[in-house]
């Protein structure tokens, strides 16, 4: 019988590292691409893109995201310093001259001695599919006037297009990001945003100005197009020494989330559908053990997802479940064990990441068969799995992560240390172009791209070391 097992053992053992010598043949790539050594450093507060606008009690910091599940509400927000003023937003469709109001909530919050500006949401419902719409916030000479166009309806072959951007800040390396996707020649519509904002917790006593001043600096993007919203670590925001223990007050007093409107209970946590894309958005940072609200919550909503109606199963999420750098190394794991077999047995398609200030994209693998007393715990390649992408080269205060671990492990297909952004460019329901853009590149240089086959309508190899 020992004897018997042994054997058996031994054949598993010898054919699970043929079959891996098999898969993996192809090793990764780690990018050959000589970047300028340059201090990252914040931009200063003069600084143009901080400008508040002109005039008394002026709207300032405006942004946008999905009001609902399905796209037809947005949530407006912006911020009047000098008093509450008005809630309310005015908004009307290109193609008609009635204005609707709608009414929105103001409000405000201290952390330790700052205090900030009047802090206003406001959703607007009922919205057209496929439609511009102006929207106007401020009242008398300071009302300011911008513009968004909702998403065509839900449907399992309607294209789109999303951006990526992940741990922004405020330096001067962030706004090249900001600048390069805004000049992408591939328009993103909709920007899904992987975490870690302001960095404000940086500055001593988590300076909130600089939740002000990134307000301000993003709002030539987020005023006019939807930001999909994940919390980073940089959103805890937990100072005991300041006497604030309540996690993510600032995020959550200026960054709404529609998170009821998928029965989420908390707003680090929640999904939305956006044209042929179904979009998870989870937390690092809140539990997500057995019995959690969040383990209860993702296992409901992967079992709602109808791949016929959203082809595309996108999770968004901070911190990475596969990274080869020497920053951050395995601190999506615990994570990784709790949720890695759902995401395989769903067919998630792509997991983006932030968190980890470089570039790096993964085979489609998994690493599912661990049972605490079997030893299979490395990755294998899997067609059901996702591609995980760390894009978390936004570009803030902190630096670029360039220590790598060597060799490049062999789930890991690409890996760069420079900032920049992504796109996601869904065509139909089986095909979607992937595209990353270094910021020392031009336009429409695409440092690293491939075809994505979606998991459940065209399941066939899609990683490049087959090419
Ligand atoms: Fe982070």
């Not at 042994?6 to 691409?33: D, E, K, P, Q, Y």
């Not at 399992?156 to 805004?182: A, C, M, R, W």
């Not at 570039?359 to 030893?375: D, F, L, M, P, Q």
């Not at 760390?390 to 890996?415: V, W």
Request: aromatic share 16%.
């Amino acid at each position: 019988m020992g004897f018997l097992g042994f054997s058996w053992c031994s054949a598993i053992a010898v054919l699970g590292l043929l079959l891996n010598a098999v898969v993996f043949c192809n090793g990764g790539t780690t990018s050959a691409f000589v970047r300028p050594v340059e201090k990252t450093v914040d931009m200063p507060l003069e600084s143009d893109v901080f400008l508040a606008p002109h005039g008394y009690n002026a709207p300032q910091q405006v942004h946008i995201t999905q009001g609902d599940h399905v796209g037809k509400a947005v949530i407006v927000s912006w911020v009047t310093m000098e008093e509450a003023g008005s809630s309310t937003v005015l908004y009307w469709s290109e193609n008609s001259k009635n204005k609707n109001k709608a009414k929105g909530t103001v409000g405000r919050y201290k952390f330790y001695s700052y205090t900030s500006g009047h802090i206003h949401h406001c959703t607007i419902k009922n919205l057209e599919f496929d439609t511009k719409y102006y929207y106007e916030v401020g009242i008398g000479h300071t009302a300011r006037t911008f513009w968004f166009t909702t998403p065509p309806e839900v449907g399992p072959d309607v294209p789109y297009t999303f951006g990526l951007i992940g741990d922004l800040g405020q330096s001067y390396d962030s706004n090249k990001t900001l600048t390069h996707y805004e000049s992408n020649p591939t328009k993103g519509k909709t920007v899904l945003f992987v975490g870690d904002l302001s960095y404000a917790d940086t500055y001593p006593n988590h300076d909130n100005e600089r939740w002000d001043t990134w307000g301000r600096f993003v709002e030539r993007s987020t005023a006019y197009q939807p930001w999909i919203w994940t919390a980073g670590n940089h959103e805890i925001d937990f100072a005991p020494d300041l006497g604030e223990t309540k996690p993510f007050k600032p995020f959550t007093h200026r960054y709404h989330v529609p998170y009821k409107a998928s029965n989420s209970v908390a707003p680090f946590w929640y999904s939305i559908k956006r044209a042929s894309a179904y979009i998870i958005v989870l937390s690092s940072y809140s539990a997500y053990g057995k019995y959690t609200p969040q383990y209860q919550w993702l296992l409901a909503e992967l079992l709602k997802v109808n791949r016929s109606e959203t082809p595309w199963l996108i999770v968004l999420l901070h911190a990475p479940w596969y990274n080869s750098y020497n920053y951050h190394y395995m601190e999506g794991e615990t994570m990784r064990v709790m949720f890695e077999p759902w995401f395989v047995q769903h067919k998630v398609d792509v997991v983006f990441a932030g968190h980890v200030h470089a570039y790096e994209r993964s085979e489609r693998v998994s690493n599912i068969a661990y049972n605490v007393v079997n030893g299979i715990c490395s990755p294998v390649k899997d067609q059901s799995a996702p591609v995980y992408i760390t894009i978390g080269d936004g570009g803030n205060l902190e630096g670029l992560a360039t220590n790598m671990t060597e060799p490049q492990p062999k789930y890991s297909a690409f890996r760069e240390a420079s900032f920049g952004h992504a796109i996601f460019d869904i065509k139909n329901r089986t095909h979607a172009y992937y595209s990353w853009h270094r910021n020392q590149d031009g336009n429409a240089v695409e440092a690293d791209s491939l075809w994505f086959f979606n998991r459940i309508w065209h399941q066939v190899d899609d990683s490049t070391s087959t090419h």
